[in-house]
């Protein structure tokens, strides 16, 4: 078994009186890769924006390699620079280039030498096929380009833990295709640990080690991704893949 990085344990999340995640609990381990499943307002965003500290959680207790997270600004500032996160949304600055979005929180928040940081972005740049772009300004980008500028600019903070959040729901199917090939990259060769939420069924079961089928807030699976492709174990998400066309 390889380590623990994420340990999650009765997780829950209101807003007012609105109880918006139940108890959940799952484990994540060292190059593992989880995909978040379930119809719309189930609740998988919300998660994942809990697990960096974007949105509070009202109890439970999650945990980064062994050590119990403390919900303080300063805490969550720390395990950012651990744990990624890519949106739908891109967030780029649209008056600074493509070089200056990625070298900004590693030189300002890391404080790590410009020059040493600007030579792993143009090597991230090639990676995804957008090294000559270094230079322009991410207002001239398509949505697949500043998706992909938004993922290095994540991956260049040396992330143990990479955050996907439909990061593919805005995007023509072109686009997605090249997306989802950087991520699956990201797997097989770099072994990156990954949480992803989605609606491309054959991406999840190509990548997925692990699936947590949500409705209503509530894990109805947590099973292992060839598993719940092949036999899940609920009704609900059986219907739910069948809707999927899968």
Same mark, same amino acid.
């Given at each position: 078994?390889?380590?623990?990085?994420?340990?999650?344990?009765?997780?829950?999340?209101?807003?007012?009186?609105?109880?918006?995640?139940?108890?959940?609990?799952?484990?994540?381990?060292?190059?593992?890769?989880?995909?978040?499943?379930?119809?719309?307002?189930?609740?998988?965003?919300?998660?994942?924006?809990?697990?960096?500290?974007?949105?509070?959680?009202?109890?439970?207790?999650?945990?980064?390699?062994?050590?119990?997270?403390?919900?303080?600004?300063?805490?969550?500032?720390?395990?950012?620079?651990?744990?990624?996160?890519?949106?739908?949304?891109?967030?780029?600055?649209?008056?600074?280039?493509?070089?200056?979005?990625?070298?900004?929180?590693?030189?300002?928040?890391?404080?790590?030498?410009?020059?040493?940081?600007?030579?792993?972005?143009?090597?991230?740049?090639?990676?995804?096929?957008?090294?000559?772009?270094?230079?322009?300004?991410?207002?001239?980008?398509?949505?697949?380009?500043?998706?992909?500028?938004?993922?290095?600019?994540?991956?260049?903070?040396?992330? /143990?833990?990479?955050?996907?959040?439909?990061?593919? @729901?805005?995007?023509?199917? $072109?686009?997605? %295709?090249?997306? !989802?090939?950087? =991520?699956?990259?990201?797997?097989?060769?770099?072994?990156?640990?990954?949480?992803?939420?989605?609606?491309?069924?054959?991406?999840?079961?190509?990548?997925?080690?692990?699936?947590?089928?949500?409705?209503?807030?509530?894990?109805? /699976?947590?099973?292992?991704?060839?598993?719940?492709? @092949?036999?899940?174990?609920? $009704?609900?998400? %059986?219907?739910? !893949?069948?809707? =999927?066309?899968?």
């Amino acid at each position: 078994m390889t380590e623990e990085i994420l340990r999650v344990e009765n997780l829950n999340k209101f807003y007012g009186d609105r109880h918006i995640l139940h108890d959940i609990n799952f484990t994540l381990h060292q190059g593992e890769v989880l995909t978040l499943l379930g119809p719309s307002g189930s609740g998988k965003s919300t998660l994942i924006r809990c697990l960096n500290g974007l949105e509070d959680f009202s109890s439970g207790a999650v945990y980064f390699k062994g050590e119990k997270i403390n919900l303080t600004d300063k805490n969550w500032q720390e395990i950012r620079q651990k744990i990624g996160m890519v949106f739908q949304s891109y967030d780029l600055f649209p008056n600074l280039t493509v070089m200056e979005n990625i070298l900004l929180a590693p030189t300002k928040v890391q404080k790590r030498a410009k020059d040493q940081v600007a030579q792993d972005a143009e090597g991230l740049l090639k990676d995804v096929g957008l090294e000559k772009y270094a230079d322009s300004y991410t207002r001239e980008l398509s949505g697949g380009q500043k998706q992909r500028i938004a993922i290095v600019r994540a991956l260049i903070m040396h992330p /143990e833990v990479m955050l996907f959040d439909e990061v593919t @729901a805005s995007l023509d199917p $072109e686009m997605v %295709r090249g997306i !989802l090939q950087i =991520m699956t990259k990201l797997s097989k060769e770099h072994h990156m640990t990954m949480i992803i939420v989605t609606h491309e069924m054959g991406f999840a079961e190509q990548i997925a080690d692990q699936v947590l089928f949500l409705e209503d807030g509530h894990i109805l /699976e947590n099973t292992p991704g060839k598993t719940f492709f @092949a036999q899940p174990k609920t $009704e609900r998400a %059986r219907d739910f !893949l069948e809707s =999927m066309d899968f």
